[in-house]
Structures are given as structure tokens and as C-alpha cells.
């Protein structure tokens, strides 16, 4: 097995005098401190992609940055499961002996380094050259069309949704490097402005600045260990007007293969790391990974499943709802959280003896899907 043996995060929010390399530098400080580890002893590096520092070799542009001359070099761009693909490259990288140390990292200075505008643009291009971007939806836009045809289907409602806002903010304001950390309910969803119908402000992840790093070894560093399991991928489309039915997605068939790899299931883990650029997002995936049966993901958040105490402990540090979104590291914070919670490090957030966490990101418009399994081996 692979082990995750250091992990370092910014805050989240604005750092009006960093950019992508700074932040990226902060948290990959953290990560190797973490771990009791050394520059020199990182022969491996994978980097996320940056739009505020769009370069064709980010990895090496970063290597040459923090004084790294590693033996092997990845940048990825896979939208928001760029966290966990790195971390399933990186597990198998020191699983074949190709590397013993790698350092993975992303961050970018998304809210103070370009215009909401520019943000917007850049992420819509997700979407299909000639069948979509000429008509202009922006990705809450995507993310609205899914909602309204799910929403139909399964009989969720707009306060269901809401409700998943609600929980991550009341987790987010026991962390205090969170993007937002005051406390709101369900009215306050309810009344924020609308951005794309049914999607309202709060129902959206905020833009961010910020990083994270972590780093995975072929043997552990420390005196509580953290291994990778098993991660797998599923892909089923990458443009909406593509995909086969806006109610099933590539979740299931990820979580099903991980499930093969890893020998654990969803009944197995006690803590859960799930991507939630919106509140649909969340609500989707926590269906389709058999979290919460069809349709009920919100009556479950209401009824505190997914509190710290609950059964499913959700995100402890806030999601990208509340913690905050700037880009690849916005998905990896996720990981971050789940380490830390594993190894007891949560401090005021601490779910009781996690032993095994569900990792599962999203990237595109649900498009594609990374599903991981961690374990804390003493």
C-alpha cells in the first residue's frame, strides 16, 4: 500500500499578495514539515493546473520555484477531480518503485488574481465549442440544467438543498482558515439571490484563493499511518448535451471498482469526503454513492446525518460550499481534512476514532469521477 505521510493547506479566502506559485510554496512547506521530510528527498512531483498561471509545465515551473529536481514530473488538468486523480497517479507511482516520495500540490489566486468575469469565461469552457459556449451558461448554469431534470425526477426540492449549505457552513466555522465562517440558515439560502434557477448564491461554492499539498510515500513517516486503499475512475461524458441521461452519473461505477480494489464499502467508512461545488453536486453524488437513498440526501441533512456526530461525517473542514473553491486545491482541501481527521489532528472539528474515509471528487459537470478509500493503520 501506498501511504499519505504529510498534508499542508493555506487558508481559503483572499491573499491579495500571493499568486499561484506563493501559495502553492505555503502549502507544500506544510506538507513536507508534516511529514518529516526534506526537499531533497521528493523524487516525485504532481501538480493541478492554475488559470491564473496558465503554463504548459506547471510541474517543472514549480520544481524549479521551491528548489525540487525530481526524477519525475506531472501537471494534470481534470477539472475538479484533479485532486484525487493525482493522488491515485502518486499511489501508483511509489506502488511500482518509480518514485518513493511525491510531492502533490495545486494553488491559484482566483478571487484577487482575476476578474469574476475572467473566472466565469474560463470556467465555461468546459462546456461544448459549438453546441454550448456560443449560447453562453456558465458553469452554476450547467449545473442548474442538471438540477432542475434530477430535481423532477427525484422529487428534491430547492429547500433539500439548501439544507447541505447550511451543514457545511456549520462545520466551516469551527475551522479558522474557512472562507466564510458565519453562520446561516435555511431562510438565508432561501433568500440569496438567485444565479441559476433553482440555484441561488449560497446553494454555490465561493471563488478562492488559497493551496494544498500532500504528499505520498511508499513507506510511512509517522506513528499513525494513513494508507491509500484503493481509488479508481469512471468517465461517461464531458459536455451536458452529450451525456446520456442527466440523472445517472459515473459515481457508482468509480465507487464500485474502488470498492473492488480496496476491499472496503461505504458501510466500512466513518468519516466522508465528498465534492460539493453546489449543493445539487452534493446531493447527486451523496445518492449516487449509496450514502443517502434517491431524493433523501436533504431530509438526511436536515435530520443531522451528516453533522460530526452523525453517522456520515461530512466535511468537516466546511467543503468547498463554505471552506471555499480555488480550483485543483479546493477538492484536495478534502483530502487534507480527511487525514487530519484520520490521525486525530482535527482539533475542535474531531469526528470520534475515524478508521476509514470515502473520498470522491467530481470534475466537469459531473463528468468525471475519482472514488478513493483511506485507512488508518496504527
Aim: proline fraction near 3%; glycine fraction near 10%.
Amino acid at each position: 500500500m501506498s501511504w499519505i505521510t504529510g498534508v499542508g493547506m493555506t487558508s481559503f479566502g483572499r491573499h491579495q499578495d500571493s499568486d499561484t506559485l506563493s501559495l502553492m510554496s505555503e502549502a507544500a512547506i506544510a506538507a513536507l514539515k508534516d511529514a518529516g521530510l526534506e526537499r531533497r528527498q521528493i523524487d516525485g512531483l504532481i501538480c493541478g493546473y492554475s488559470t491564473t498561471h496558465p503554463h504548459l509545465m506547471l510541474s517543472t515551473v514549480f520544481a524549479e520555484h521551491f528548489g525540487l529536481m525530481p526524477s519525475i514530473a506531472h501537471a494534470m488538468q481534470l477539472g475538479g477531480a484533479t485532486g484525487l486523480a493525482m493522488l491515485m497517479l502518486a499511489s501508483e507511482l511509489v506502488l511500482s518503485g518509480a518514485a518513493e516520495h511525491v510531492l502533490v500540490v495545486a494553488g491559484e489566486n482566483r478571487l484577487s488574481g482575476q476578474s469574476s468575469v475572467d473566472t466565469l469565461r474560463s470556467l465555461a469552457q468546459v462546456g461544448h465549442p459549438t453546441y454550448e459556449v456560443p449560447l453562453g451558461p456558465t458553469i452554476p448554469a450547467y449545473y442548474a440544467l442538471v438540477a432542475s431534470r434530477y430535481m423532477h425526477k427525484y422529487g428534491v426540492t430547492e429547500e433539500d438543498l439548501a439544507e447541505h449549505a447550511v451543514v457545511m457552513r456549520s462545520h466551516a466555522v469551527n475551522h479558522p482558515g474557512a472562507h466564510h465562517k458565519q453562520l446561516i440558515g435555511l431562510s438565508d439560502v432561501m433568500s440569496s439571490r438567485v444565479i441559476a434557477s433553482p440555484l441561488k448564491l449560497l446553494d454555490c461554492c465561493p471563488v478562492s484563493d488559497g493551496g494544498a499539498a500532500f504528499v505520498v510515500s511508499r513507506e510511512r513517516t509517522g506513528d499513525i499511518g494513513v494508507q491509500v486503499i484503493g481509488c479508481a475512475q469512471a468517465h461517461t461524458h464531458q459536455h451536458v448535451s452529450a451525456a446520456r441521461d442527466l440523472t445517472q452519473f459515473g459515481a457508482s461505477r468509480s465507487l464500485e471498482q474502488a470498492v473492488a480494489k480496496s476491499g472496503a464499502t461505504v458501510a466500512d467508512a466513518d468519516y466522508f469526503a465528498i465534492y460539493d461545488s453546489f449543493t445539487i453536486t452534493l446531493t447527486i453524488l451523496l445518492e449516487e454513492l449509496g450514502i443517502a437513498p434517491r431524493g433523501e440526501a436533504g431530509k438526511m441533512a436536515r435530520e443531522g446525518w451528516f453533522g460530526r456526530d452523525g453517522r456520515f461525517p461530512l466535511n468537516t473542514h466546511g467543503g468547498l460550499l463554505s471552506y471555499g473553491h480555488c480550483g485543483c486545491a479546493g477538492a484536495m482541501a478534502h483530502l487534507v481534512e480527511a487525514q487530519l481527521q484520520l490521525t486525530g489532528r482535527a482539533e475542535g472539528r474531531q469526528v470520534k476514532s475515524p478508521t476509514v474515509a470515502l473520498l470522491h471528487g467530481d470534475g466537469g459537470v459531473l463528468s468525471s469521477h475519482v472514488t478513493a478509500f483511506l485507512e488508518r493503520v496504527r
